[in-house]
């Protein structure tokens, strides 16, 4: 069947299918500053290029999918956030959202710590150069032997989340004839506005110990006796993807309050607050993220006022964004390989990737914005779902967007905001093999995490 010009419109006012999306946009072919990275822009030609190098160049180089991530706003980002900061206060990258050597380098360049959540974001790290004392560990059931690691590493900081944990580090470390600084998370009980599942200050979850009922206390005078341990702070996550700053108040005033708590009962003042990261960051053009001297200046006034209110000394403060770093700063590049129009519907645009590159969307309802990068296109806009190719019919990238009616197989779609949590989340679902992640800066590219290979995925499979 021969795809004629979207029969269903869409136009403003026309009753559409349900779903998520917002009216066609006026031009399809721009492209909107909240949700790419700095140094994209259309062609004369009509594609899209970033850091300077065309897309149709880099898909001719390095395949799709393929993640493409623009460094110079990697590195205007953790700028950003350190100069928002302050001598005063430390970043520290959540490697969780991407990791890989190259991050940390930049990290290290750009004067931003680090936190890793597992043996492997450590190992990592290490083998890139991060200082041991810029890194902090976290993790909710940390094995023996990343403790053990970490403490022999040196880093500059553990963050324990159980009472058990408290013994096992202070065990590892006595044995390793080391004093390892360390904080106590706490779950402060505020219900962050987010996805249910990536929220996690509420006390009903897995992390960290609740400051109501006592938790928190107890952890603190278990700490404090223990001499292989020096606590130098509180932590607290609220949780991800949050836009509105009345959590992390929250979660401040009640941070102190622990302060002024440990001070009253043991005569100490902790030297260190930790705010952990889950600022959001604009996925389509609806959504308003706060700049980090917004966020730097809220957080810091909150938690000054409140200590000066307490009589406390400010401490030093840390904040984890991973996200709100990373997140914008690449898109994923995408060929376009069939097209299954369903009149009334919508299109279905099935792309080389999906679930496997990007599983936020099957994960969390994420909502994702798409556009058509190898050429322009003046035709109208048509009603799409980009789904992937596994066997799921769940595999969708982008729920609802508008994709121009001439679309055709052998295009180049990009989804942008796709740094954070996607290469970092990529599984070998139907032994899809994860993309590579491409690094691109003043018209020069090169892959940072290469692709997986079907050798690689052999490999692993002993017989
Ligand atoms: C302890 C901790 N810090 C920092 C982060 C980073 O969060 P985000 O990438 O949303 O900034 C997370 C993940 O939510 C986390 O669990
Ligand atoms: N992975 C999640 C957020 C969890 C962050 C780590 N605590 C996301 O993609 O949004």
Redesign the pocket.
């Known amino acids: 069947m021969s795809r004629s010009a979207h029969p269903a419109g869409p136009r403003h006012g026309d009753v559409l299918p349900e779903g998520h999306y917002t009216p066609p946009p006026t031009d399809l072919n721009s492209l909107d500053p909240r949700v790419w990275a700095h140094t994209v822009e259309r062609t004369a030609e009509g594609s899209v290029a970033v850091g300077g190098l065309d897309v149709r160049e880099i898909a001719a180089e390095f395949g799709t999918p393929a993640y493409v991530m623009d460094e110079a706003d990697f590195r205007a980002r953790c700028r950003a956030w350190r100069d928002a900061f302050g001598p005063d206060a430390d970043v520290f990258y ?1 490697g ?2 991407f990791l890989s050597r190259a991050v940390v380098r930049w990290l290290c360049e750009e004067g931003l710590n680090l936190d890793v ?1 597992s043996g492997g974001e450590l190992a990592t790290a290490l083998a890139a150069g991060m200082p041991a004392e810029r890194i902090a560990l976290h993790g909710n059931n940390k094995s023996a032997d990343e403790i053990t690691r970490a403490v022999e590493a040196g880093v500059g900081r553990i963050v324990l989340d159980s009472f058990q944990e408290i013994a096992r580090v202070a065990h590892i470390a006595q044995r390793l004839g080391r004093r390892q600084p360390v904080q106590i998370r706490v779950t402060v009980g505020v219900e962050a506005h ?2 249910e ?2 929220a ?1 200050a509420h006390e009903d979850q897995k992390f960290g110990l609740a400051l109501a009922g006592g938790q928190a206390a107890e952890a603190v005078r278990r700490v404090l006796m223990l001499d292989s341990l020096e606590l130098t702070g509180i932590h607290s ?1 609220i ?3 949050i836009f509105d700053m009345a959590g992390f108040e929250v979660s401040a005033r009640r941070v102190v309050g622990l302060l002024t708590q440990i001070r009253d009962e043991h005569g100490i003042e902790l030297p260190e607050i930790d705010l952990g ?2 600022l959001g960051i604009a996925y389509t053009p609806e959504d308003d993220p706060r700049e980090p001297h917004e966020i730097a200046k809220s957080l810091g006034d909150i938690v000054t006022r409140e200590c000066e209110a307490a009589g406390l000394a400010v401490p030093r403060l840390s904040v984890e964004p ?2 709100a770093i990373v997140g914008p700063t690449a898109f994923t590049l995408y060929e376009v390989g069939t097209l299954k129009e369903l009149e009334g519907l919508r299109t279905y645009v099935s792309v080389d990737g999906g679930m496997s590159d990007n ?2 969307t099957a ?2 309802d ?1 909502e994702y914005s798409v556009a058509l990068v190898s050429r322009s296109s003046e035709a109208e806009p048509m009603l799409s779902r980009v789904v992937g190719k596994h066997c799921e019919s769940g595999d969708i990238v982008v729920r609802d967007a508008f994709l121009p009616s001439d679309l055709a197989p052998g295009d180049l779609l990009a989804v942008p905001a796709t740094g ?3 290469r ?2 990529a599984s070998n679902y139907n032994h899809a093999l994860r993309p590579p992640v491409v690094a691109v800066r003043d018209g020069q590219a090169r892959t940072i995490v290469r692709r997986e290979t079907e050798e690689d995925l052999l490999r692993l499979d002993v017989g």
């Open positions: 959540a969780k959202a959540c987010t996805h599942f990536i996690t996550h949780g991800s993807q990261g889950g991973g996200r599983i936020r994960l969390y994420a954070a949590y996607c970092s989340m």
